[in-house]
C-alpha cells in the first residue's frame, strides 16, 4: 500500500541532536508508512525571541541553535504542512523562523508561560516534543546529502569576509568537525531497542559531564550538585557505586577526587548502563531534558530522578515509572527503598520500558507528530 504521506528533510546545521527526528522518520520509511526525500537546505534562518524572567521579549539576529526544519505533504490531498523541531536547552528561546513560517513547531524544552507570552496564538502552534536522545537510523541513505548540508551551511552562516575572515574560517571549521565527529557517534537504534529483562546485581549508576567552562552561574550550579551526589553516592554505597565525571579540562581540574570509574565513550557506556539495576538522573542545562532519561527509560533502569520542569505529552507519573527526590536525604531514601523492595523496583523497571516503547522510541515519536499534524493515522 502506498504511503499517506511524504516527508521532506531540509538538511539541519546540526545533527547530533536533529538524528534523533531523522531515525524516526527513516525508521517509518523502512516500515513503509511514510516516503522520506532529504533535501540540500542552506537558509540562514536567522532571528531568535527570548523571553526573560519577568516577562519581557527581546529579539536577536542570531540563528536558533538545534532548529531543524520539515516540509510533510498528504499524497491524499498533496496538501503541505510546514513544521521545525527545536531541540535547544532553553525553554524560554524560540526560532524566529519557526514561529513565523512554518504552521506546526515542535519544542524538546517545552514550557507553556513562555509561549503564551510570546504570542497568546502560538498556543496551537508550538507543541511539546518529548523526551530525546542521541541515536541513529542505518536506514539513512543520504549521508553525503547531510555531510554536505552541514559544510555549506555553517560557512555560509559564519563566514564573513572581513578583518576576522581566518578566526572565523578556523572556528567553522572545528564546529563542522565536530558535527560530523559526533553523529558519527551516536549509536544505532537498535542497541535501545535491545535491553536486559534481569538486573545483573545491585548497581547504583551515576555517569555525568561537566560542561565546557563555568562562566555561567547555572552551569557553577549543576557542577556542584553533581558533584555532591558523586560524593554521596561513595560514601553511602561504596561497594555498588559505579560513575562520576568524565575526564575533561574542567572536571579533572575542579572535580579531580570525582572522576568517573567506568567507560566514557558511547558504546562502552551503554554496555555499563544495560547492567546496572538503579540509575541517578539530575536535571540539564537550563532545566532541560537530558539525554539521560531517554536513555535510561530504554533499558529499563530503576530511575531515581529529579523532578523535570519540562512539560511532556505524557507526563511520567511518580511511583509508576520512576522516583523523584528532592534533597540529599530523599535520594538515600528512595535507592535504599528500590534496593529493598525488590516488587517495586521490578514494577518501576517494566513501567519505565513501557514508557519507552509508547512515547520515547524515534518511531512512536515521530509518528505521533505526523498523525498529529494530519489529523489521521499513518496505517
Not at 532519561?293 to 531515581?304: D, N, P, R
Not at 535520594?331 to 521490578?346: C, F, N, W, Y
Request: charged fraction near 25%; aromatic fraction near 12%; proline fraction near 4%.
Amino acid at each position: 500500500m502506498k504511503p499517506i504521506c511524504t516527508l521532506l528533510i531540509h538538511t539541519p546545521q546540526e545533527l547530533n541532536h536533529s538524528s534523533y527526528i531523522q531515525t524516526g522518520f527513516f525508521e517509518l520509511e523502512k516500515m513503509g508508512l511514510v516516503n522520506v526525500k532529504v533535501q540540500l537546505y542552506i537558509k540562514k534562518n536567522r532571528g531568535t525571541h527570548t523571553v526573560d524572567e519577568y516577562g519581557n521579549i527581546t529579539k536577536t539576529s542570531r540563528p536558533h541553535p538545534k532548529t531543524s526544519f520539515y516540509t510533510l505533504v498528504d499524497n491524499e490531498t498533496n496538501k503541505k504542512i510546514t513544521f521545525a523541531t527545536d531541540l535547544y536547552d532553553f525553554a524560554e528561546h524560540f526560532s524566529e523562523a519557526a514561529l513565523n513560517n512554518c504552521d506546526f513547531y515542535f519544542k524538546r524544552n517545552f514550557e507553556s508561560e513562555p509561549i503564551t507570552i510570546i504570542n497568546q496564538n502560538y498556543k496551537t502552534k508550538v507543541l511539546p516534543l518529548g523526551l530525546t536522545f542521541r541515536v541513529r537510523s542505518e536506514n539513512n541513505f543520504s549521508k553525503n546529502k547531510f555531510k554536505w548540508g552541514i559544510v555549506i551551511s555553517n560557512y555560509i552562516l559564519n563566514i564573513k569576509f572581513d578583518r576576522l575572515f581566518f578566526i572565523r574560517l578556523k572556528k567553522t571549521n572545528n564546529t563542522v568537525y565536530n558535527h560530523l565527529k559526533k553523529a558519527e557517534e551516536n549509536r544505532i537504534i537498535g542497541r535501545f531497542e535491545k535491553y536486559e529483562k534481569s538486573f545483573i546485581g545491585n548497581s547504583i549508576l551515576f555517569q555525568t559531564r561537566c560542561f565546557l567552562h563555568e562562566k555561567d552561574e547555572d552551569v557553577k550550579q549543576i557542577h556542584q550538585q553533581r558533584y555532591n551526589i558523586i560524593k554521596l553516592l561513595r560514601q553511602h554505597f561504596p561497594d555498588i557505586f559505579l560513575g562520576g565525571f568524565v575526564p575533561s579540562k574542567i572536571a579533572n581540574s575542579n572535580y579531580g577526587d570525582a572522576l568517573t570509574n567506568v567507560p566514557t565513550t558511547p558504546e562502552e557506556y551503554l554496555d555499563v548502563m544495560k547492567k546496572a539495576k538503579i540509575v541517578i538522573y539530575t536535571r540539564g542545562l537550563a532545566n532541560s531534558p537530558a539525554w539521560k532519561m531517554a536513555e535510561y527509560l530504554s533499558q529499563g533502569k530503576v530511575i531515581i530522578a529529579e523532578r523535570m520542569t519540562t512539560e511532556l505529552p505524557v507526563p511520567l507519573i511518580e511511583g509508576k515509572e520512576l522516583l523523584y527526590f528532592h534533597n540529599d536525604t530523599e535520594l538515600i531514601e528512595k535507592i535504599k527503598m528500590v534496593l529493598e523492595d525488590e516488587l517495586l523496583a521490578a514494577r518501576l523497571s517494566k513501567n519505565a520500558r513501557i514508557y519507552f516503547e509508547t512515547h520515547v522510541h524515534p518511531v512512536q515519536n515521530t509518528k505521533r507528530i505526523l498523525e498529529l499534524m494530519l489529523n489521521k493515522p499513518l496505517v
